[in-house]
Nanobody
Framework: QVQLVESGGGLVQAGGSLRLSCAASGRTFSSYHMGWLRQAPGKERDFVAGIRSGGTTHYAGFVKGRFTISRDNAKNTVVLQMNSLKPEDTAVYYC?????????????WGQGTQVTVSS
């Protein structure tokens, strides 16, 4: 079992930055592939970024060059650094984990953290 808790969301002006963190329970965190996904009101959930257990990263095209995903296996944490934020980045951001794939479907999900970018 893996429990995920996100933090770091909030309100920021366009062009600003936020740092989302996801704290994971369990002693096998390093073996899990981790992802960040987001869902805006009335829209489908989108993949944002993922990091494999070995450290390889993947990004959605709409965040490349602006967002960076990283992991600290010693601290059981995955971080999404978001720079140059745009109003269209407004969404609930979810952390997810799975032992098989860095993309959906994921076995484990956090509760989500709201990110709001004002224009």
């Amino acid at each position: 079992q893996v429990q995920l808790v996100e933090s770091g969301g909030g309100l920021v002006q366009a062009g600003g930055s936020l740092r989302l963190s996801c704290a994971a329970s369990g002693r096998t965190f390093s073996s899990y592939h981790m992802g960040w996904l987001r869902q805006a009101p009335g829209k489908e959930r989108d993949f944002v970024a993922g990091i494999r257990s070995g450290g390889t990263t993947h990004y959605a095209g709409f965040v490349k060059g602006r967002f960076t995903i990283s992991r600290d296996n010693a601290k059981n944490t995955v971080v999404l650094q978001m720079n140059s934020l745009k109003p269209e980045d407004t969404a609930v951001y979810y952390c997810a984990a799975d032992s098989r794939s860095v993309f959906e479907p994921y076995n484990y999900w956090g509760q989500g953290t709201q990110v709001t970018v004002s224009s």
